[in-house]
T-cell receptor, first 114, second 115 residues
Framework: AQSVTQLDSQVPVFEEAPVELRCNYS??????LFWYVQYPNQGLQLLLK??????LVKGINGFEAEFNKSQTSFHLRKPSVHISDTAEYFC????????????FGKGTTLSVSS | DTGVSQDPRHKITKRGQNVTFRCDPI?????LYWYRQTLGQGPEFLTY????????KSRLLSDRFSAERPKGSFSTLEIQRTEQGDSAMYLC?????????????FGPGTRLLVL
């Protein structure tokens, strides 16, 4: 079975500062990795995904993430955040073989202030 | 393509009542998923369909829960004899299954409050 740990429940940052949201996973099989964002009162929107190939993945809104197999991590980064990036961010995994249910972490609340 | 839609967006009910939620997936998507999200938690998988077949159910899906996708298009999730612990956001997602590129697209959710 897989599990996902998001190491920070809340991350407060100032506008234009860099940010890193940390995600570690545990699995006995190969996995696909995802980051979703949830704005207030909205559904989840895919930010980026890692399926295979280059370990650095670029997503929407200037976000990127790096897959590190040895550390079983998939941290999300943005070099300069905006007020509009304030949201809940979820890391998720799914088994490569099954490719069905997503297993989510508990989420990280990113709060960007001016 | 208008995305995944869910109806209703909010539902308040009294304990013991039955409720039904509807999900309309993206039109060409053949897979449909239901998740439950409680406050402060990430979404938890409940069940999924490929076309009209229900292929997997989580142990979270007690016998009070039933889901259908009768024609392989929209889906309904029914909760019978609701309990206060059923209060949560119910999320629907859909995808087009064609190998490892599958991405699940989520609807806005139905927020259920059981009094």
């Amino acid at each position: 079975a897989q599990s996902v740990t998001q190491l920070d429940s809340q991350v407060p940052v100032f506008e234009e500062a860099p940010v890193e949201l940390r995600c570690n996973y545990s699995s006995s099989v190969s996995v696909y990795l995802f980051w979703y964002v949830q704005y207030p009162n909205q559904g989840l929107q895919l930010l980026l995904k890692y399926l295979s190939g280059s370990t650095l993945v670029k997503g929407i809104n200037g976000f990127e993430a790096e897959f590190n197999k040895s550390q079983t991590s998939f941290h999300l980064r943005k070099p300069s955040v905006h007020i509009s990036d304030t949201a809940e961010y979820f890391c998720a995994v799914s088994e490569v073989q099954a490719g069905t249910a997503l297993i989510f972490g508990k989420g990280t609340t990113l709060s960007v202030s001016s | 393509d208008t995305g995944v839609s869910q109806d209703p967006r909010h539902k308040i009910t009294k304990r013991g009542q039955n409720v039904t939620f509807r999900c309309d997936p993206i039109s060409e998507h053949n897979r449909l998923y239901w998740y439950r999200q409680t406050l402060g938690q990430g979404p938890e998988f409940l069940t999924y369909f490929q076309n009209e077949a229900q292929l997997e159910k989580s142990r979270l899906l007690s016998d009070r829960f039933s889901a259908e996708r009768p024609k392989g298009s929209f889906s309904t999730l029914e909760i019978q004899r609701t309990e206060q612990g059923d209060s949560a956001m119910y999320l629907c997602a859909s995808s087009l299954a064609h190998g490892p590129q599958e991405t699940q697209y989520f609807g806005p959710g139905t927020r259920l409050l059981v009094l």
